[in-house]
């Protein structure tokens, strides 16, 4: 094979010059490369540039130093050269390879490089090809270039191109750019970008409001890393959306779909980076998605997809109407937030693994979830559903058939003597000779045949739990409805009666009896009372109702002291010396005062008491230990001190209006 090698003529040009080690900063450094090697194998010649801009910038005279201070370079390219970062393997044959070294890499090395217009440059993918699109990765994770010119006829770009780097604002597209897919990974990470925008005329994409579509607009390419909306529609035409579309968005929050979206990439990289997405939504009439309760669902299947990762809810409802499968790993990281789950009838299957404990960066998650209702649809529960919830109480088990547990290790560590499985009172028997025993099935790891116990319904009225059923003896959350106009919440009321943390208070809990329950809230009219000098404002409240108050801790100079009712026959302040306390509201005027005042320096010999106090304020005085002398009694030259036992070695007296001296006698 006759081999001919041929150079041409290497020329530079440039606008500005770096010389005796001054720094280009904003200036434009603009550089000819027209380095070109041809040469002729089986009849076809073969082009490479590697090193094309290496070689230009040697002659012209730049030392690595002045490379690596350009902020701001163009670069121009002439007929038939293309910047790349590939070469052809030395034994000549067809074969191609990407190498460390070429123009992008000398790119990527310039450390202060922030602005790169290649508008007037060609690129190659590979050698031999003409083809005007980036080379695979040409910059990914650079760290200094944030913005960038494209070249007037670029067509394409290979995977990773810009991933992770520090492109900033709009990205435009010439109209020669006929690639309509990899933009995720083309721009993978790149969270300073902010839009897309599209030279008028191009055949193959479009960009709406920054977002980057496929010229039809059937196809969702690209939404920006970097877009600031907390909320977006996708617009009613889309069918198909692009391969993470949605990735490594640090604000989007709620993402809803139309009814003609039918089409997506793999579920877990829909929004595949994008840690904040709360909810979706999806519009009525579409055949292929759903959503219940922001949750994405395969209509299909009835599949939950995609989990929400920045929902932080502590309880979630899923709608068993529409879903019928909780994929595997599903809520793995949900349960660093997740204290109840409800299913509600519907739900049929849990698979592997989908409430087992997570782990970020091999660190297992914290998990709080604590109760567990499933419906009496359920039939299949797989292999370690359940694993590593330390917290877990109850779990609620309305099948009257045990649904069937796939070994191993369902609830290891979820079963811990605290915890109790609760099912039908019919159904114990079936639940203690079942799977679901520990002593039955020892892989299957669910509960001891103690802690499988039978579940007493609730029910509510003006009032709203997350529970529908408990186990006796355990604590039940329960909040009030809005009250009717004019009344406000006065107390609650159950029947059979049980205990309430408060029942004063509209958000409380009480303890489930072993028996069904109703609790009720209570409502009566609304009076007035009247605040002075507290940061609490005054207001209305329901009779009966306990009312918060909070008085500053200093005012004017002074100190809190107490607060005192000014009116309001029978209102009685839980703590009145606390500066955060309560009351409860009687059918009449109330008119509470919080009271500052200043506190009175008090003067101990031969005991100890408090520093200072406020007048009217009961002191405690105790004697220092000693075993001689003995103790004869409590003397003060201070007028307006009385002790309560003068020869007690531990009294009290009421603080006066005035410094005070206080003398133990031995």
């Known amino acids: 094979m006759k081999k001919l090698t041929f150079r041409f003529k290497r020329q530079i040009s440039l606008l500005a010059i770096l010389c005796c080690g001054m720094l280009l900063n904003a200036q434009q450094v603009v550089i000819t490369v027209t380095e070109m090697y041809s040469e002729v194998r089986d009849g076809t010649q073969q082009i490479s540039s590697s090193g094309g801009l290496q070689a230009a910038f ?11 201070n350009i902020t701001n370079l163009k670069i121009i390219t002439a007929t038939g050269v293309h910047l790349t970062m ?14 460390p070294v070429g123009d992008f890499a000398l790119i990527n090395s310039m450390a202060r490089l922030s602005n790169l217009d290649l ?10 090809r003409s083809d005007d699109g980036f080379p695979r990765s040409a910059l990914a994770n650079n760290a200094t270039i944030k913005t960038i010119t494209f070249p007037k006829n670029l067509r394409a770009f290979n995977r990773s191109v810009f991933q992770n780097s520090a492109l900033q604002g709009t990205i435009f597209l010439p109209k020669t750019v006929v690639t309509v897919n990899e933009y995720n990974s083309a721009f993978e990470n790149c969270k300073g970008i902010t839009a897309f925008e ?3 005329g191009n055949a193959y994409v479009k960009a709406v409001n920054g977002v980057l579509f496929s010229a039809d607009g059937k196809s969702l390419l690209m939404y920006p890393c970097g877009k600031q909306d907390v909320a977006f529609n996708i617009p009613e035409g889309v069918t198909t959306l692009a391969t993470s579309a949605f990735g490594w968005n640090d604000y989007l929050e709620e993402l809803s779909f139309p009814a003609s979206l039918t089409t997506l990439p793999r579920e877990d990289l829909i929004v595949n980076g ?3 997405i709360k909810r979706y939504n999806v519009a009525p009439g579409n055949t292929v998605l759903a959503a219940t309760n922001g949750f994405l669902v395969d209509k299909t299947t009835g ?7 920045g929902n932080t809810s502590e309880t979630i409802v899923i709608d068993g109407s529409i879903v019928k499968i909780v994929p595997r790993f599903y809520f793995s990281y949900a349960v660093a937030t997740l204290k109840n789950i409800i299913f509600t009838e519907g739900v ?18 914290t998990s709080v979830l604590e109760y567990i209702e499933l419906p009496s649809t359920l039939k299949n529960i797989e292999a370690e559903a359940f694993v590593g919830n330390k917290n877990l109480l109850q779990v609620i088990c309305k099948a009257t058939e045990p649904p069937t547990l796939f070994p191993n290790q369902i609830f290891r560590e979820s079963n811990g003597k605290d915890t109790r499985l609760g099912v039908p009172v019919a159904s114990l028997a079936k639940y203690k000779a079942s799977a679901w025993n520990i002593s039955v099935s020892a892989p299957t790891n669910a509960f001891p045949e103690d802690q499988i116990v039978a579940y007493r319904n609730i029910t509510t009225v003006d009032a709203t739990c997350i529970q529908s059923a408990s186990v006796a003896d355990y604590l039940v959350a329960v909040k009030a409805n809005e009250a009717p106009a004019g009344e406000a919440f006065s107390r609650w009321t159950s029947t059979p009666e049980t205990s309430f943390t408060n029942a004063k208070v509209s958000v409380s809990s009480f303890t489930m009896p072993n028996s069904d329950i109703e609790v009720k809230a209570l409502f009566a009219l609304k009076k007035p009372y009247t605040l002075v000098d507290a940061i609490t404002q005054s207001g209305m409240a329901a009779i009966g109702s306990s009312v918060n108050i909070e008085a500053a801790p200093t005012k004017g100079g002074l100190a809190f002291s107490k607060w005192t009712v000014a009116e309001g026959n029978g209102v009685e302040v839980v703590d009145p010396n606390s500066v955060s306390t309560s009351f409860t509201m009687i059918d009449g005027t109330v008119k509470i005062a919080a009271v500052y005042s200043a506190a009175y320096k008090i003067t101990i010999c031969g005991g100890y008491t408090v520093l200072e106090a406020f007048p009217g304020e009961t002191v405690t005085v105790k004697t220092s230990s000693r075993t ?16 309560a036992n003068p020869n007690s070695e531990t009294t009290t007296f009421v603080m006066p209006a005035k410094d005070v001296i206080i003398d133990a006698d031995f």
């Open 58 to 68: 040697k002659d012209a005279g730049y030392t690595a130093e002045t490379i690596a």
């Open 198 to 200: 599209v030279e008028t």
């Open 119 to 128: 508008s007037d440059a060609k690129i190659g993918s590979q050698i031999n």
């Open 628 to 643: 001689s002398p003995t103790f004869k009694k409590w003397t003060s030259p201070t007028s307006g001190v009385t002790f």
């Open 303 to 309: 599949t939950l997809m995609a989990y929400p990762l």
């Open 348 to 365: 049929e299957t849990i698979n592997f693994g989908a409430f087992k404990v997570g782990a970020i960066n091999g660190t297992p998650i």
């Open 86 to 99: 590939t070469n052809t393997r030395p034994n000549g044959t067809d074969a191609r390879e990407d190498v």
């Open 274 to 276: 994008s840690g904040k």
